[in-house]
């Protein structure tokens, strides 16, 4: 079955600051992986997604994920923190061959200026 | 733009009324979803749609019901609303071959009073 954990409900850092929220997986088979990104009173946009092809995972406004099997992690992550990153983020883990999917119970990310 | 409308955006209603929410999409995807969003569980799969009159459950289906007999709609029906089924629902659609990746309407805002 097919599960993610995404560490820590609400993380604060400085705006320029590293921006690193953390997600681990668990799947049967070599999953899709994915980031969503939600503004407040809005739907959820896709981020960036993994589906096997490089592990580091380039996607919208500076974000990036690494692709770690032997950590079943997939970690986003931003060089520089800015004010408009302040938004929920949720890691959500789709299995190869089954249409569901599955995400985690979200991150909150604090940006201080 | 997903091509996603939900309706209604909006909608308080009473205990033990039953509640229908819409669906409808413009690109004839064959994979809809409906999830519930609250506080500290994430997003939740209620039911899934793989095919018109082809539908699934999800992980929080009980007191849910869908159907879909048109490609377009995706009805879900609350048959007796209850205080816990206050949420916000999310429909979401799966292109083939996008490696399973979600695209989100704007969601819809329900209170049961």
């Known amino acids: 079955a097919q599960s993610v954990t995404q560490l820590g409900s609400h993380v604060s850092v400085s705006e320029g600051a590293l921006v690193l929220l953390r997600c681990n997986y668990s799947s049967s088979v070599p999953p899709y992986l994915f980031w969503y990104v939600q503004y407040p009173n809005q739907g959820l946009q896709l981020l960036l997604k993994?589906?096997?092809?490089?592990?580091l995972v380039k996607g919208i406004n500076g974000f990036e994920a690494e692709f770690k099997k032997s950590e079943t992690s997939f970690h986003l992550t931003k060089p520089s923190a800015h004010m408009s990153d302040a938004a929920e983020y949720f890691c959500?883990?789709?299995?190869?061959?089954?249409?569901?999917?599955?995400f985690g119970t979200g991150t909150k990310l604090q940006v201080i200026p | 733009d997903a091509g996603i409308t939900q309706s209604p955006r909006h909608k308080v209603t009473e205990t033990g009324t039953p509640v229908t929410l819409r669906c409808h999409q413009t690109e004839n995807h064959r994979y809809m979803y409906w999830y519930r969003q609250d506080p500290g569980h994430g997003l939740r799969l209620i039911h899934y749609?793989?095919?018109?009159?082809?539908?699934d459950k999800g992980e929080v289906s009980d007191g849910y019901s869908v159907s879909r007999s048109k490609t377009e709609d995706f009805l879900l029906t609350l048959e007796s609303a209850t205080s816990s089924q206050t949420s916000v629902y999310f429909c979401a659609i799966s292109p083939q071959g996008s490696g399973n990746t979600i695209y989100f309407g704007e969601g819809s805002w329900l209170t049961v009073v």
């Open positions: 993994y589906t096997s092809a490089a592990t």
């Open positions: 749609s793989y095919g018109v009159k082809d539908t």
């Open positions: 959500a883990v789709s299995d190869r061959g089954y249409q569901k999917v599955t």
